[in-house]
């Protein structure tokens, strides 16, 4: 049984390298402030509209919303 | 409820756009993505952009490339989108479609962190492809050829680095060695140790070299170096033979050359004179021109201006970079480089433009260069340079485009049949007030006044092999004009036609001679001017008259048909004689068909509501072949041939189709398909055209015939990329017309209204809507933000539209254009202004700039208790807002202005000072409803400011619309979706009584009905939220109108909560909602305009039936049809919610685009034949436009 718990704990890690932005049960607050920050930056950069969207209400290009989200 | 969505205008901004050889041979082509929609263009060869093909993929298109196979004639497409796939497609020129070379599956769907789609490079030889995420994975596929020279792909090969962010990818072209790809790249792994943000702030990018070794099949990184740490775009160097390979990286303020084992060649980004010190200048778009002996680049800057980089090289590598100052034009979100000439420029916002180029540069210019680079204390020293007009750009043509919509509007402010669309489009300088009205443009050529009022026009050639033609002759009622055509158009008498009669038809008969038919006889004039007369018998006349070139029918009164023929000889003889049972209305020949004597079929319409075909075949001459019964005495008779659905490039190839047209005279139009053997006639449609029986013309349009009816309004029936479509012109109503072709203007239309002769081209043919367009600059400044518009309607009924907004940063401006911009100044500068517009004139009456750092953020028109001013105009504003670091203000203010001049000027009242920015204004009995941040306030008019009266700060965040109806208001905030609130009277108390319990970041709200809210959030989904009716009742019925309930709450909001009933994704950032009507007495909709400039509707379904009709065909669809890109429909409808109650009528419409055993296998499904599909589909469409 001992074997089967490990095997569980090593599946569980080998996910979270697999997909980044998995939480887990030690995760900080910051951490996951992090992921959550990501996950949306990179949609946004993602949804061309949405990126057009900041764009208009920040008076910026579009390439240049696109870098600052990168940033 | 149950809706149908359908898009009306396709989304006209672009995401992304490539150049190549797509369907093959030498022809420039261009594939752009516009969010949802990948469609090709191509550049005529005056220089005009024709949409060639275009097709909803039911995805979101991230990027495109293009690459071609070594020795191949043809470029294929990448494709990379949400679907987690990576997608190869082939333009097929014979059936004018995408084909789907290749789908293959790497990750989860959807735009996401490590998911890979966001880039793609390509090599420059074609052997391989890497698509890459955002951050960790990228993948490389290599393309290679099977024996029988199709393309293969190989499974992906990885090249992941976990922690690393990756801002651009591209290709490095080196000849025929291995295949390397450059990425620019973050290491974040510190960073996420260490949470006090220096390890952050201390990260370096990289450019890292990826080479895919072709004979072991793997991806090595083989080299990586720090870059500038404003790097964000790559750009391929030609290699190999060409150049120097490498690449160029694009960072902020600089380019530099890079490549492995070289040392980096830097030179700064010119900068505009004007620009502030902080802000740097980043590059946006890229293109490169190649040619054997030389290349270049041209890179533009998120301010506009294109530059121009050269690189020296020679056997040690490169030596010198220059950037020479270009042009500049509106900032584009790709560009591309056609190499006969073109600059293709797609524009982030705004109408897209082509370009010619008139000289690549080569005068001196502002330039800068690596090797006078010049190091100073505060680093690099900076070249400065004025914008200037263009030098070597001259544009040939534009692009329409909403993108994005900001506002919108739909109101019958010009009493019109049809209410038009006003919406606001464009950001800054370049933005406009476009009055969209369904239908297709036309352009006037000329307008000439006519002696009499003529009843009928006609054109005629001299010779069936002349391009152009030669007489236009008008009836009058009592005489015959002829004009012949030439360099001017003049009237004529040698033509041999008899003017002192009026003429029922005019026409070319035989090869060579004319043919006038006047209401005693027929007149034949032949080439050399014999004139043959044939004259009617008795005292009767001809009452109408049906003829196609070769053949002849005239109806006597009395019902009489004579059938004539023209012989071997040219001779017009007399054939058969049939007599009807009552008068002929109308009747018609069908069009010879190619290569046949004559043709098979006579159309009669009779007053006894029928309309009968007869046989002209000498065999069963006259001989009836079928009846038709109609609602109503047809008034016009049309045989119309129409090539099928689908075709090629123009649906050549594929057998045609009869169709037979009645103008009834109830004002439909009566459409249905003839066998081209046997004359039975099928599959009946009927649309309503007008209030006036339609007259049918035919035309002809791009070469093809078409069909115009004239009704209340004219209608043009057409063939665009292989579906026909019958939609409105913008003109006035015709009486008359005919096909019009001189050397001025090849596909005209000449027709008669009034006692005017008009020459007319129809434009823009497949678009659903024209539009006027009236440029926004109320001040030469820049406006930022928004601007929101209102309808203000003045006590007269006089209208009027007033239009505010427009916010910004910055300050005196010397040079402003369109074309330039403004000069970008410290942000959290504003102007603004509030604009009065007359729609009629597109003329400005009143301009009202707003001083001090004042920008307008609302208004609304408010009619006061007192009705001391009549209707009043409240202007919510607020005074140096910022939103970064933190959102913070000045002052809010809500100006209170006066209509004076019938509503052409204002006048300002008085200004109440507020504690945040007014973002939501509405009138409510009499009062003023302010949002004032998550307050809700209820104010009332004084002398000398607004005086408050009540007020409910319960609001979780932003209030950002206010609706009412009844004692009901219905606030909708900036994050969390609807609160429907009600106003106590007796107590003064504003409180909610219903909130939703889905956190929705409103972008646009509509009031349906009582309980019913429409809303779209900002993730692109429009949904309806309504109040259970039990809920309703009682909050209705309640003495204390759920107040006690209401101090409990529940679920930390509301005691009641609201349902949603219907939900669906769109795709894309909906601004506006409105429910509106676009078509006279139909039913009612909701139309949406979205940021990427598409306008869509959702229709209620009303029968049960259609409801299950659609839904099982959306279901067949979804199985047989997958969208092209390899997104799933049904995921991509449920991108962020489940998909409820919404039939996706785009994905139904594609139905026609189906092989037709395809269609038959999913009609059967359905118990219904093809036909009735496309019947229901039709009928679908009309019920919105």
């Known amino acids: 049984q001992a074997s089967d718990r490990f095997n569980i704990n090593s599946q569980l890690e080998h996910l979270q390298a697999k997909y980044v932005g998995t939480g887990h049960a030690d995760l900080n607050r910051f951490e996951w402030a992090v992921n959550i920050q990501r996950d949306s930056y990179a949609s946004y950069i993602g949804h061309y509209p949405m990126l057009a969207y900041f764009a208009v209400a920040e008076n910026e290009s579009i390439g240049r919303e696109r870098y600052n989200f990168m940033q | 409820m ?136 990228k993948l490389v596929y290599v393309l290679n050829r099977d024996t029988a020279a199709r393309l293969t792909i190989s499974s992906p090969l990885e090249a992941h680095k976990s922690h690393t962010i990756v801002y651009s990818i591209c290709g490095v072209d080196c000849g025929f060695d291995n295949p390397i790809f450059a990425a620019i790249e973050l290491d974040y792994s510190e960073a996420d140790q260490d949470s006090t943000g220096v390890a952050a702030g201390e990260a370096q990018k990289h450019l890292t070299f990826y080479e895919l070794d072709l004979g072991l099949n793997h991806v090595s990184r083989k080299w990586s170096e720090q870059v500038d740490n404003g790097a964000n775009m790559l750009v391929t160097v030609p290699g190999g033979g060409d150049g120097p390979s490498g690449v160029l990286v694009c960072a902020e303020n600089f380019v530099i050359y890079k490549n492995q084992g070289h040392p980096d060649v830097r030179a700064v980004i010119p900068r505009r004179a004007d620009l502030p010190e902080e802000r740097g200048v980043l590059i946006v778009s890229a293109a490169t021109h190649k040619q054997k002996s030389m290349f270049f680049f ?35 979100s790709s560009m591309c480089v056609l190499k006969t000439g073109f600059l293709f420029a797609a524009s982030e916002f705004g109408n897209h433009a082509l370009y010619q180029f008139q000289a690549i540069g080569d005068d001196p210019d502002v330039e800068s260069s690596s090797s006078t680079l010049m190091e100073t204390e505060e680093g690099f020293q900076p070249v400065f340079f004025q914008p200037r007009g263009l030098k070597n750009l001259v544009r040939i043509d534009q692009a329409e485009s909403l993108m994005p919509i900001m506002d919108m509007k739909i109101a019958n402010l010009f009493e019109e049949e049809t209410p038009q669309i006003f919406s606001l489009c464009g950001r800054g300088p370049r933005s406009s007030l476009r009055i969209l009205r369904p239908g297709l443009a036309i352009s006037e050529m000329a307008v000439s006044q006519l002696p009499g009022v003529p009843s009928a026009v006609w054109t005629v050639k001299k010779n069936v092999n002349d391009a152009f033609d030669a007489y236009i002759v008008v009836s009058f009622a009592n005489a015959t ?69 070769l053949q002849v029918v005239i109806a006597l009164s009395g019902g009489e048909l004579i059938y ?84 090629g490039e123009d649906g050549a190839d594929h057998p045609a189709n009869l169709f037979l047209n009645a103008g009834l005279q109830n004002g439909v139009l009566f459409r249905t398909v003839v066998d081209m053997v ?107 933000c928004f601007e929101a518009a209102g309808m203000g309607e003045n006590g007269n009924g006089n209208m009027n539209q007033m239009e505010n907004g427009g916010d910004d940063e910055d300050k005196e401006d010397p040079l402003s254009d369109e074309q330039y911009g403004y000069p970008k100044a410290e942000s959290n500068k504003w102007v603004s202004c509030i604009r009065v517009l007359d729609p009629r004139t597109a003329s400005t009456t009143c301009l009202l700039e707003l001083q001090d750092n004042e920008a307008a953020f609302s208004v609304c028109t408010v009619n006061f208790h007192d009705k001391e001013y009549g209707t009043l105009l409240a202007v919510g504003t607020a005074k140096g807002l910022q939103f970064w670091p933190k959102r913070s203000l000045t002052a809010g203010f809500i100006h209170i202005y006066r209509f004076l001049e019938d509503g052409r000027s204002l006048e300002l009242l008085h200004k109440t000072q507020v504690e945040g920015v007014p973002l939501a204004l509405c009138q409510f009995q009499g009062r003023l409803l302010a949002g004032i941040g998550s307050v809700l306030r209820l104010y009332d008019l004084g002398k000398r400011r607004l005086l408050r009266k009540c007020e409910n700060k319960l609001f979780p965040n932003t209030i950002i619309s206010i609706q009412t109806y009844r004692d009901r208001i219905y606030v909708g905030d900036i994050q969390e979706s609807f609160h429907f609130c009600k106003y106590r009277r007796d107590e003064n108390q504003l409180y909610i009584f219903a909130d939703d319990v889905v956190p929705r970041w409103l972008t646009a709200s509509y009031h349906i009905d009582f309980d019913t809210m429409a809303g779209a959030d900002k993730f692109g989904n429009v949904y309806f939220v309504r109040l259970p009716q039990d809920v309703s009742d009682e909050i209705e019925e309640d003495p204390t109108g759920g107040k006690i309930k209401w101090e409990q709450g529940r679920l930390n909001g509301a005691p009641n909560k609201v349902e949603e009933i219907v939900q669906f994704h769109v795709g894309d950032v909906v601004t506006s909602l409105q429910k509106a009507s676009l078509i006279p007495g139909g039913g009612e909709c909701v139309l949406y305009g979205t940021v990427m400039g598409s306008l869509g509707a959702l229709l209620p379904f009303t029968s049960r039936d259609d409801v299950d009709f659609f839904s099982h ?45 395809l269609q038959r296998k999913i009609a059967d499904e359905l118990d219904r034949t093809p036909g009735e599909i496309l019947k229901k589909l039709e009928e679908a469409r009309n019920k919105i436009i």
């Open chain 2, 298 to 332: 041209l890179l533009q800057t998120e301010y506009g201006d294109i530059f121009k980089v050269t690189l020296e090289h020679g056997n040690e590598g490169v030596s010198e970079l220059k950037i020479k100052y270009f042009d500049t034009i509106p900032v584009t």
């Open chain 2, 678 to 784: 046997t004359g039975q006639l099928s599959d009946s449609r009927s649309r309503f055209l007008g209030l006036r029986a339609p007259k049918l013309f035919s035309v002809k349009v791009r070469g093809r015939p078409a069909m115009l009816c004239l009704s209340s309004r004219p209608w043009l029936g057409y063939i665009h990329q292989g579906h026909f479509l019958l939609t409105p012109l913008s003109y006035e109503t015709l009486e008359f017309a005919a096909s019009f072709s001189s050397d001025q203007c090849a596909e005209g239309v000449v027709a008669v209204a009034g006692d005017a002769l008009r020459v007319f081209t129809i434009e823009r043919l497949g678009e659903t809507f024209n539009e006027t367009a009236i440029p926004l600059r109320y001040t030469p400044r820049r406006k930022e």
């Open chain 2, 1113 to 1157: 065909l959306e279901m067949h669809m979804r199985q047989e049809h997958p969208p092209l890109c390899g997104r799933d429909h049904m995921a991509y409808r449920s991108a962020y919610f489940p998909v409820k109650d919404v039939i996706d009528g785009d994905l139904c419409e594609q139905f026609p685009t189906l092989p037709l055993d």
């Open chain 2, 2 to 137: 149950y809706l149908y969505n359908l898009t009306l205008q396709q989304a006209t901004g672009i995401v992304s756009a490539i150049n190549g050889n797509f369907s093959g041979g030498k022809i420039q082509e261009i594939v752009v993505a516009r969010g949802k929609i990948l469609s090709l263009l191509r550049p005529d060869d005056l220089g005009k952009l024709q949409t060639l093909h275009s097709v909803e993929i039911f995805g979101c298109i991230r990027s495109l490339a293009q690459f071609r196979l070594t020795g191949a004639q043809k470029d294929y497409i990448v494709v990379g989108s949400d679907s987690g796939r990576i997608v190869i497609l082939e333009y097929n020129k014979e059936k004018n479609v995408f084909d789907k070379v290749h789908q293959e599956t790497f990750g989860k769907s959807g735009c996401r962190r490590i998911v890979p789609g966001q880039y793609l490079a390509i090599d420059p030889k074609g052997r391989a492809v890497m698509i890459g995420a955002c951050e960790k994975q």
């Open chain 2, 564 to 647: 004539f023929e023209v012989d071997m000889t040219g001779q017009l003889m007399e054939v058969e004689k049939h007599e009807m049972s009552g008068d002929v209305a109308c009747l018609d020949i069908a069009p010879v068909p190619e290569g046949r004597q004559r043709s098979r079929f006579l159309a009669v319409g009779s007053y006894d509501n029928t309309i009968r075909i007869l046989s002209l075949d000498p065999d069963d001459c006259m001989q009836v072949l079928s009846v038709q019964s109609v609602s109503s005495p047809p008034e016009s008779l049309l045989f119309l041939e129409v090539k099928a659905s689908v075709g």
């Open chain 2, 481 to 549: 004009l002829v004009l012949s055509i030439g360099e001017t158009v003049e009237e004529v008498s040698d033509s041999g036609f008899l003017d002192t009669t009026p003429s029922l038809a005019v026409s070319l008969i035989g090869d060579d001679s004319l043919m006038q038919v006047h209401p005693n006889g027929i007149r034949h004039i032949r080439e050399d001017g014999r004139i043959n007369e044939w004259r009617t018998p008795g005292k009767r006349t001809i009452v109408k008259v049906g003829s196609n070139g």
